[in-house]
């Protein structure tokens, strides 16, 4: 099977603009995460989406979005950008394996903020 | 709130030597633990999962953990590094009350030498 892809790996954008991410997850995996990886923070989690609903939140801002296809692909927007948020996005897709779901992470999406 | 704590930035020993990722946490209810490894700009590869059961959980790579209800941790172990191991490694928590949040620790620089 094809792992998690994301796009584009690799991002720069200038303070004050919106980005979107793209994340596609494991064929049959429903759940999608979202995450945030600064050397700062380290990984924090941003929001989880299962059948095209918002099922957890992290604490950020309400410039960070997300949505969920029907086909589980899931994006994550980013509005009017600031430096702090330059980052690795990473995203995971789970399914669930006997008592609870295990998380298949993608490569990231390096985004860089000027 | 869950957290796990990994008390080292960094550990380093000379391949063929055994290895020991130190991990600590703290949950209310049950334990579900995880390791995950990241090599340089990519993504996080999960390696293995303490639900409940054996203490001993052996995972990908020649990896494995040692689950310690009395001492709350969770360490990951191998019994002869490679240099090929050298990576962050990092140690999470699957948050109590909700589906696929993991919380994680601020990780643990692998370095192995000849």
């Known amino acids: 099977k094809a792992g998690v892809t994301q796009t584009p790996r690799y991002l720069i954008k200038t303070r004050g603009q919106q980005v979107t991410l793209s994340c596609s997850p494991i064929?049959?995996?429903?759940?999608v995460s979202w995450y945030q990886q600064t050397p700062g923070q380290g990984l924090q989690f941003l929001f989880e989406?299962?059948?095209?609903?918002?099922?957890n939140k992290g604490n950020f801002p309400g410039r960070f979005s997300g949505r969920q296809f029907s086909n589980s692909r899931s994006e994550m927007n980013v509005s009017t950008l600031e430096l702090g948020d330059s980052a690795l996005y990473l995203c995971?897709?789970?399914?669930?394996?006997?008592?609870?779901?295990?998380?298949?992470f993608g490569p990231g999406t390096r985004l860089l903020v000027l | 709130a869950q957290s796990v704590a990994q008390p080292e930035d960094q550990v380093n020993v000379a391949e063929g030597n055994p290895l020991t990722v130190k991990c600590t946490y703290s949950?209310?209810?049950?334990?579900?633990l995880f390791w995950y490894v990241q090599y340089p700009n990519r993504g996080l590869q999960f390696l293995l999962k303490y639900i409940t059961g054996d203490n001993l959980v052996k995972g990908s790579y020649g990896f494995e953990a040692e689950f310690n209800k009395s001492q709350t941790s969770f360490h990951l172990k191998k019994p002869s590094a490679l240099v090929s191991d050298s990576a962050l490694y990092f140690c999470a928590v699957r948050d109590g009350g909700t589906a696929s949040k993991l919380t994680f620790g601020t990780g643990t620089r692998l370095q192995v030498t000849l």
């Open positions: 949950v209310s209810g049950n334990p579900y």
């Open positions: 995971a897709s789970s399914l669930r394996e006997g008592r609870i779901e295990t998380q298949y």
């Open positions: 064929s049959g995996h429903r759940s």
């Open positions: 989406y299962f059948s095209e609903t918002q099922r």
